[in-house]
């Protein structure tokens, strides 16, 4: 154990061009006593206990049936935002699945790690198929019951039976689709047509939005209580002093530098992770798959029961982590919000601050799996070098916030630029004359 943090005691300042700098205690608090600063996160996640919750309800015979007539034949209408019985057209929704489950009970009780049945370790269920698709190896989740035929949501190819593969679980929950397919086909004409100018030409002869596919996504949600340890440095701006004159002119900034620590206790509701791989770990070096998290914000307050009618029309990703496979994304996703909340206790440093030590002590977690929906539009550029490069835009399924990539004509924004750089030599050889003039 090295000895308490002593704020009087000398310790080495970063030095910039220019700056003075002084050290002192945080005046905004006091220090926190404990081991020297470290380059390395702290994080303990105790293991109390593992707690389950069934979000089951016998749902693996993946039949449901209509509350009123007792039918099978049900699908899901965005429109109407309801389960529609298609024989006596009953409509309804599920529980809301905070409310059903009691996701919603108190996250500061939270001890040890507590999960819906859908968020369990991955076992094999039957009452929906993943099949992966040939093209680009996507894998696709579908109900049998509701589709003999899918495409894939990421390159459009027709997906075959005989390409089956594990499924994982079903969900504890689902966030239904309420923007409908002519509305997400509006909006991502829209964006496109915002940046017509700069895309390619195929791009344009290929444009066909209605092409978009519905498809849910997996999440996991995470709520957490934990303590939370941060230290660092922070700079308080005192003024400027200028010597020399002409050229030799030089300004020094002068900053009163801190060292800080804050110890609070955080709660964390709903922490959105990606649980499945290859979206979690993007390859922006062959597709833009990342423009799903730039539609975020859900409202998963209103997610509900998960039924398997939800998917009628839709596709779904599946599942493929396991909760201890995203632990350090959580921890990260913690240790940000942390930054944030500090950050909001620390007025005096205008100069910015530098953070030397981070801790958690997570006592208690709840992870809850979730499908989100998500309408997708891809565009696959074949590239002057041979190379492939999908493009997707997606729309926010229960917003409508709309985001994506456009191929862009390198030749197109050559000739802007030249255009651009010959009206300032034109106005920089006028202008002389055009003062002369007057």
């Known amino acids: 154990m090295s000895a308490p943090f002593d704020p009087n005691a000398p310790r080495p300042i970063p030095q910039g061009a220019h700056d003075a700098h002084r050290v002192a205690a945080d005046p905004q608090g006091a ?44 699908g899901y209408s965005p429109v109407a935002a309801a389960l529609v019985c298609t024989y006596c057209r009953f409509q309804w929704n599920e529980a809301n699945a905070d409310q059903q489950f009691g996701f919603d009970s108190s996250i500061g009780s939270l001890r040890g790690t507590v999960h819906g049945s859908g968020a369990a370790n991955l076992v094999e269920d039957d009452s929906v198929v993943t099949i992966r698709c040939a093209g680009c190896g996507a894998d696709v989740v579908i109900d049998p019951q509701q ?106 900034y002068i900053a009163q530098e801190y060292e800080f620590g804050r110890r609070f206790t955080l709660r964390v509701d709903d922490l959105p ?81 530098v953070w030397e030590r981070e801790g958690l002590d997570v006592h208690g977690s709840r992870w809850v799996s979730i499908y989100l929906p998500v309408w997708l539009y891809s565009h696959m550029e074949q590239r002057s070098d041979g190379s492939q490069f999908v493009h997707y835009i997606a729309v926010n399924g229960r917003t409508g916030r709309t985001m994506g990539s456009v191929p862009v004509s390198q030749g197109k924004l050559i000739a802007v630029s030249a255009l651009a750089s010959l009206g300032g030599l034109v106005l920089g050889f006028l202008a002389p004359l055009v003062a002369n003039v007057f």
């Not at 105790?46 to 009123?68: A, H, M, Y």
């Not at 499924?167 to 002519?182: K, M, Q, S, W, Y």
């Not at 340890?229 to 300004?251: C, P």
């Not at 779904?316 to 944030?340: H, K, M, Q, V």
Request: some cysteine.
């Open 31 to 74: 220090p926190l006593n404990g081991t020297e600063a470290s380059d390395e996160a702290m994080t303990d996640v105790r293991p109390v206990g593992e707690q389950v919750i069934d979000t089951s309800r016998g749902q693996q015979s993946g039949f449901q049936k209509c509350p009123r007539c007792g039918s099978t034949e049900i």
């Open 147 to 252: 589709a003999a035929q899918a495409r894939c949501h990421w390159c459009r190819q027709v997906l075959s039976l005989g390409q089956r593969i594990g499924n994982g679980r079903i969900p504890d929950a689902i966030l239904p689709f309420t923007v409908p397919h002519e509305a997400a086909v509006k909006n991502i004409r829209e964006f496109a047509g915002s940046r017509r100018a700069f895309a390619t030409a195929a791009f344009k002869e290929g444009f066909q939005p209605q092409n978009i596919l519905g498809v849910y996504m997996p999440y996991m949600l995470v709520d957490a209580t934990m303590d939370v340890e941060l230290q660092g440095r922070g700079q308080e701006h005192l003024g400027t002093r200028t010597v020399g004159s002409d050229d030799k002119r030089r300004t020094y």
């Open 273 to 353: 992770l990606e649980s499945n791989a290859d979206r979690a770990h993007m390859n922006t070096a062959v597709n833009t798959n990342n423009v799903i998290n730039a539609v975020q914000p859900f409202d998963t307050k209103n997610a509900v029961a998960y039924n398997p009618n939800y998917l009628s029309g839709f596709t779904s990703e599946r599942r493929d982590t396991n909760i201890a496979d995203l632990g350090g994304e959580a921890a990260d996703g913690f240790l940000s919000i942390a930054r944030a909340r500090a950050s909001g206790m620390l007025p005096l440093y205008d100069r910015g601050v």
